[in-house]
C-alpha cells in the first residue's frame, strides 16, 4: 500500500490544473483522457534504454547466469563428494526447458540416493531478487521436495558469494507460500487468441 499522503502536493496540484481526476467509486486517481500524452512524454523521457544498451544487458545477465551455473556445479559435486559426483549433469547446456539447470542427488544416510533438481539464479546480495518463469514455477510443483532453488549473490564486479548462497527446497512453498518472508510479484501477462 503507498502512502498517498507522501505524495499529496503534487497529486493536489495535478488536480488543480486538471491533469488527474479522483475516482471515488473505484477510490483511486486517474489522468484526464486529453492529458494522456503527458503521461506518455513522461514514460519516454525518463528512462530510456537503447536496443544496443538492453542486447548487452541480456547478454551481460546469460554470462551471469551461466557463470552461476558453473559455481553450482562445481558446488554440487564437492557437496556430494567423489563417489557419487558422477550423478551431477549440466542439464541447462542441453535443454533450457527442463525447469531447472542440474541435475544431482542428495545422499542420505546408508548412501541411498534422492533425485536433487536445481535451478540456479544469480543474484543481488541485498534483496535476493530473481526472477522465476512459469515452466520453472510448474516444474517446481510437481518435483514438491525433489526441487531446489540456489541463489547464489552476485556483486557488481561478477564475483560470487558462496558464503551468502541460499538453497531452498520446494521453493513453492518455500517462497511463494511465504508472504512474510518474500515479495512476490508478477510482471509478465501471457495472452494469446482462444
Not at 39 to 49: G, L, M
Not at 117 to 144: C, S
Request: hydrophobic share 40%; glycine share 4%.
Amino acid at each position: 500500500d503507498v502512502d498517498r499522503s507522501e505524495f499529496s502536493d503534487v497529486r493536489n496540484f495535478l488536480i488543480e490544473a486538471g491533469v488527474v481526476e479522483y475516482q471515488s467509486i473505484a477510490d483511486r486517481y486517474l489522468i484526464v483522457p486529453n492529458h494522456i500524452h503527458l503521461y506518455a512524454f513522461a514514460q519516454e523521457s525518463t528512462k530510456v534504454v537503447t536496443p544496443n544498451v538492453l542486447k548487452r544487458r541480456l547478454a551481460d545477465t546469460d554470462e551471469i547466469g551461466r557463470e552461476a551455473e558453473l559455481a553450482m556445479m562445481k558446488y554440487e559435486k564437492n557437496r556430494v563428494g567423489k563417489p557419487f559426483e558422477h550423478h551431477v549433469a549440466h542439464v541447462a547446456l542441453k535443454n533450457e526447458a527442463a525447469g531447472y539447470d542440474i541435475k544431482s542427488v542428495s545422499v542420505l544416510p546408508g548412501d541411498q540416493l534422492e533425485p536433487r533438481y536445481i535451478e540456479v539464479k544469480a543474484v543481488p546480495l541485498d534483496t535476493y531478487r530473481f526472477f522465476w518463469t512459469g515452466n520453472e514455477r510448474r516444474v517446481a510443483e510437481l518435483l514438491k521436495a525433489h526441487y531446489f532453488l540456489y541463489l547464489l549473490p552476485v556483486n557488481r564486479d561478477k564475483i560470487f558469494s558462496l558464503n551468502n548462497l541460499k538453497i531452498i527446497q520446494d521453493p513453492i512453498s518455500g517462497i511463494l507460500d511465504s508472504p512474510d518472508a518474500w515479495n512476490v510479484e508478477t510482471d509478465l501477462v501471457r495472452c494469446s487468441l482462444k
